[in-house]
């Protein structure tokens, strides 16, 4: 009875042995093939590894346009006034020679945050064509009582200076009708370069039925933020043109890859207003 107790524990301590050693085994193996995707990966898109702000290997060089984005809530009763007052200012504005700015889209949100208007500035001249025009803002008195009657519209409102990313197209105006969604990607801090090197790639795909409009990133206001346009003729299109892509090769990778830079991600659908150069 000792005798065959002292054999089962034996046996019992060698499969022990064994099962400790092929767990480890399929661990170190799973630990490998885990680590070398995990390194694999870092190199599928060449990151730039000059030593440069991430502003000046994204953006357009030949443009030097400066683009803010701005974002006003409404107050219910008032988005009809708010849109024609909207309306006249800016058509003053991207009309007058003297204001180094023009007008690219305003839209007000469908899905997303309600009451909210959305405008898109362009600055063709840079940070220089920003200031002077702001200086020209201080002092016109029309533009002054404009701000105190939209002051008196409005719950709140922020805006961002962006930067335009130089493998997108450049926003110009188009007819309608349109509905226009913009993706907001709110990246981890360090991860742009690395966003704009697979996007570089991945544009390519979604260039067919002409639904990019523009893409763009943060400068001043929230950073490492990312802002894509995308324009559609209807919902179903919008879906159909987004399904789309997921039916070509190549698509699924740009996914896989830039998901992990996100922190958080929002999504708006956006009804461009009677004065919007983008209709």
Known sequence: MATTTGRLRAKGHMLYRYSAVSLCQVARRFSESTDKGWFRSLFVHKV????DAHSNLLSKKETSSLYKIQFHNVKPECQEAYNSLEAEVQKRLHHDKDFPCEV????NTWYGEQDQAVHLWRYRGGYPALTECLNKLKVNKDYLEFRKER??????RRNQLLLEFSFWNEPLPRPG??????????LKPGTMIEWGNHWARAIRYRQENNEAVGGFFSQMGDLYVVHHLWAYENLQSREETRNSAWLKEGWDANVYY??????????RLMIPTSSSPLQ
Do not use: C, F, H
Request: aromatic letters at 12%; glycine letters at 2%; hydrophobic letters at 35%.
């Open 48 to 51: 730039d590894a000059r030593q």
């Open 104 to 107: 690219v889209g305003s839209w």
């Open 151 to 156: 002051a008196k519209m409005l719950n709140s």
């Open 177 to 186: 009708p349109n509905i226009y969604e913009m993706r907001t990607y709110y």
């Open 258 to 267: 830039t998901v992990p830079l996100i922190r958080s991600m929002e999504s």
